[in-house]
Each structure stands twice: as C-alpha cells, then as structure tokens.
C-alpha cells in the first residue's frame, strides 16, 4: 500500500512537471497516451483532420509499455485526469477494470460495430460493459526470409505444421545461417513466444478459472520441442532479429506485425503460425493477440470530446488509409480490400490470426504469473534444467502466488 502511494505521488509529480497539463481544465484540447511506435505513428497521422473539422488540439505522448501501463493507473486515482485518450495492453484489462481506470465507452455512444472482426472484441467487453475499441491489431506471426526457404527447398508459406517449421530451421543451421530466433531479454518475451507453440500442442498456461496447467504432459511436451527449436538459432533483441531475417543470415522468429511491414517479400514474408506439430496431428488455433486497444479515462475531463475523436479513429475508411503506413485495423473492410491486399499480401495472413485469435489471461496478476514463468522457463532454455522438475516447481510457485502466499 505504502509503495503504491509512493508511486502515485512520484507519477502525479511527474505528469506535472513534464506533460504540464496537471488537473486543470483543458476545453479544446485532448491528451493522448500512446505506445511509442508504428502504434502511435498510424494515429498521428489521422489526428490533423479530427484537429481541423472540431478545432481542437490533441497532445499526443508516446511512452514505453511500462510507462504506459503505470503513468495511466497512477493517474486514475486522481479526480481529475491528465490523460483522455489512451492505449491499453490486453492483459491490463483485469487490473484496470478492478481499479476503476477505464470510462464505460457505450454510455458515450461508441459501438463496436460487425465490420469489426469478433475475436478481437472479446477483451474490449467486461461485466456486459465495454471499455475498449481493438485498435491495431498485433497478433503473433511467423516472420521468415522466403528466399532462404526456397533455397532449402521450402515453398514460400508451405510451413503446415511445427515439424516444417523446425526441419527449415534445422537446415538453415546446417547451412551456416542461423535457424529459430527467439527473444530472451525478459520474462515477458520468453513466454509470449512460447505460447503460439505450447497451443499447437494443446496446452494453455491456466484453464477456466485461472487455475495454472504448466505441470501438464501437453506443456512439458511444448517446452521440450521449443527448448530444440531454440537451439538451431539463438536469442536476440526485436532489431536485430528483424534486420537478421531480412537479409537472409537468419532463418525465423515469432513476431508481430508492428514489427514490420514486408514491401518486399523476397526477403521477410509472414506466414500463419502452424498450429499442429505434425501433418498427422490435431490443429489448435495458436495465434497470441499483443492487439492495442484504445480507452478513454474514467476521469478525463473531456469525456465527450474524446469519445468524438474515438469514433472517427474507428472509422472504417479512416482505419483503412492507415494501411498503407503500417497501420493493422481490427476490420475486415480494411484486412479485405482488394486494393489493399494487392499491395500488401501479408494483410491475408494477418486477417485469417485475428479471427482465430487468443488473448492472454485475463487476470490482476498476470505481469507476476508471467515473471514467475518467464524466470524459470530460462532456467531450461539457458542453464539446461530438468523440464519435469522445473514445471512441477513452477506450479507450485504459481499456485502460492496466486493464493497471496
């Protein structure tokens, strides 16, 4: 308690000091909080006409993920706001809810409307509210240099099941180029990359009730198959894995649209994850959202204002022309439009995970559960622990945890 209001206190001094904008009456002007990147690129782009026809300005911050995350809480217990608009990561959402952060978006009058693919909606309604329009649709892919595949004597696309994906791998480590790129910088990153291939094998991190399932045969089959996968290639941070498959030293990864647009497809395509391990097997949908949503605070002082400025974000023409600047919408009217398509195939790919898409746990602790996982899943991948012992450690760790012990 003592370190929460801390870190309120610390927040408040710093919202003041550097966005300036403190508690007052902002009439005519919207504050954004953005995650920096293609996220915040595709919006900006868009406000200068809102900013023109409703002679308003939008002060726009672009921050980390876990600056994000914090600033907005902090600042929620405030009366009143210094934020209005603002992107939310998924798996905020149980903590956020709880706390009371997010304004109830269909009292403001904004729908989600049947252009709008429905998996990616899941998230945005709680208690039969909704909080959150999916705004750019981040869903975990296969990033791969095509060249190199058909060179080792793999069609473009033609990876139907974890075996195919892994046999490429193999064979690009024989051959001298590195094979399955993986990032191990943080707990975050090493479970989320794992989790499209613990899918394929049938598994999940909790069930129904959130209850952890990470002591399972379906599990400890996963991580072993992803522990040999890993082995063909090696770890690396987001640019370097990028620029590494672009120009054919490395073979894959799992990654994310923001990540990278593929103008030329010759050298990093995308490819629907296989969500089997062999031709024989049962198929999973495997496909992780990392999708942004976009939320308006519960103490915005421009609630009605804001929620304006949500609408023509949502709008589906004007979510399509941020298409061709990067941008993902959540729509099919945009993922489907054959002009569109034509200049970027990969939107086919993207639109066939975002309708099979799985959001992360919806839960208050998921930042400790994936902490508790991430650590001990790099005791396997980095230190060559016992999987059967690690997992059988790791659920009881996550059990206490959860229990509060």
Not at 186 to 203: E, K, M, Q, S
Request: net charge negative.
């Amino acid at each position: 308690m003592i370190k929460r209001l801390i870190c309120i206190i610390l927040t408040g001094v710093m919202v003041l000091m550097s966005f300036g904008c403190g508690n007052t009456e902002r009439k005519g002007k919207i504050v954004l909080a953005l995650r920096a990147g293609i996220y915040a690129d595709v919006i900006k782009q868009c406000v200068p006409e809102f900013e023109k026809t409703h002679g308003v300005t939008c002060e726009i911050y672009e921050l980390s993920e876990d600056e994000l995350h914090s600033f907005v809480l902090n600042d929620s217990v405030l009366r009143t706001g210094s934020y209005d608009l603002y992107m939310v990561d998924g798996s905020w959402v149980a903590e956020y809810v709880d706390e009371g952060v997010l304004a109830n978006l269909g009292a403001l009058g904004c729908k989600i409307d049947d252009d709008i693919i429905p998996a990616t909606a899941g998230i945005c309604v709680q208690n039969g509210k909704t909080y959150l329009m999916p705004y750019y649709g981040n869903v975990t892919v296969m990033m791969y240099n095509a060249e190199l595949a058909k060179n080792l004597g793999m069609e473009a696309g033609s990876f139907e099941s974890l075996d195919d994906l892994k046999n490429f791998c193999t064979k690009a480590a024989k051959s001298g180029k590195a094979g399955f790129i993986f990032r191990g910088d943080t707990d975050n990153n090493i479970v989320v990359d794992f989790l499209p291939i613990l899918c394929a094998f049938g598994g999940w991190v909790v069930d129904k009730n959130n209850k952890p399932t990470v002591n399972t045969k379906e599990f400890a089959n996963a991580l072993e198959f992803y522990l040999t996968l890993t082995e063909t290639g090696k770890a690396c941070s987001k640019n370097d894995l990028i620029k590494g498959i672009e120009n054919g030293e490395m073979a894959a990864a799992i990654g994310w649209p923001g990540w990278y647009n593929p103008e030329d497809p010759k050298a990093m395509d995308y490819a629907s994850l296989p969500g089997k391990v062999s031709a024989g097997s049962k198929n999973y949908n495997s496909n992780i959202y990392g999708i942004w949503t976009l939320g308006i605070t519960a103490n915005s002082p421009n609630k009605e204002l804001t929620a304006e400025l949500l609408k023509y974000l949502m709008d589906p023409e004007v979510q399509k022309s941020t298409v061709d600047k990067g941008g993902v919408p959540c729509r099919y009217s945009s993922l489907t439009d054959p002009e569109k398509v034509k200049a970027n195939p990969h939107l086919e790919v993207i639109c066939e995970a975002l309708e099979n898409g799985i959001y992360r746990p919806v839960m208050r602790d998921w930042t400790k559960f994936y902490t508790i996982l991430g650590d001990n899943m790099r005791k396997v991948l980095n230190s060559g622990a016992d999987i059967s012992e690690t997992l059988t450690l790791t659920q009881a760790e996550l059990e206490a945890m959860l229990k509060g012990k």
